[in-house]
């Protein structure tokens, strides 16, 4: 398995480099920023990479840059702790699995192995942030936004933000005054318009739009 690290501080670099004693493992590179990590993913042809994208030097864009060059490489991000937000921002760029800088060394190890075999794999602490959100990494993997322009009426953005909120299509009905089938087929509209296949996808774009908030959509559910 031929292995990148990326960090702009040379020091956590170094520290990586020495928990990976495996065999199994090579480093074939190291890069101080997305620059030299994009010439290092044309060369080595690494297969995975483990990257702090929040070091300097570097941004979350260089993940779906280097993925264009290397659409097999598995991607382990390694940041201090970070936001639900964030989190589900960097998985849906690309980010395969997640851990933290104040993991176990036998932890980021594991990611790394386990990204290797195809695996997703993420610390328990980054699975309560992105949970306490009320949102599932499942789908979060599986949503990816088109750079197709998506035209909705102002009457589903209406539909889409009561959605993400909580409600139920009896509710959504009651609240715009419509009949509960005219909600269903809005609802099925909006699915087919945005290329989802569930609520939560519609919750995700919600989110993303800044119809509404991930607390928002966790505080509604829990009260239902």
């Excluded at 995975?48 to 991000?77: C, H, M, Q, R």
């Excluded at 328990?124 to 992105?130: A, K, M, Y």
């Excluded at 609520?199 to 559910?221: H, R, W």
Aim: glycine share 6%; aromatic share 6%; net charge negative.
């Amino acid at each position: 398995m031929n292995l990148i690290l990326a960090d702009s501080n040379e020091l956590i670099r170094i520290g990586l480099r020495t928990i990976f004693k495996d065999p199994s493992v090579q480093i074939v590179g190291e890069a101080e920023t997305s620059e030299e990590l994009i010439a290092q993913v044309k060369s080595f042809s690494p297969d995975v990479l483990l990257i702090d994208y929040t070091s300097k030097g570097f941004a979350i864009d260089v993940v779906p840059e280097v993925l264009l060059i290397n659409p097999g490489l598995k991607i382990v991000a390694i940041t201090p702790e970070q936001s639900a937000q964030t989190l589900t921002h960097a998985i849906r760029s690309g980010v395969m699995s997640y851990v933290k800088k104040d993991c176990s060394l036998s932890e980021i190890v594991d990611a790394v192995k386990e990204s290797g075999k195809g695996n997703k794999f993420f610390c328990g602490q980054i699975l309560d942030t992105i949970q306490r959100e009320g949102i599932d990494v499942e789908t979060i993997a599986e949503f990816e936004f088109s750079c197709e322009p998506i035209i909705l009426s102002e009457r589903e953005i209406e539909v889409i933000t009561l959605i993400a909120e909580g409600l139920t299509n009896i509710e959504i009905s009651d609240k715009l005054f419509l009949s509960k089938h005219t909600v269903n087929t809005h609802r099925k509209n909006i699915m087919a318009k945005l290329g989802v296949k569930n609520t939560a996808g519609i919750v995700m774009f919600a989110i993303k739009q800044n119809y509404t908030t991930p607390n928002k959509f966790l505080f509604a559910a829990e009260s239902n």
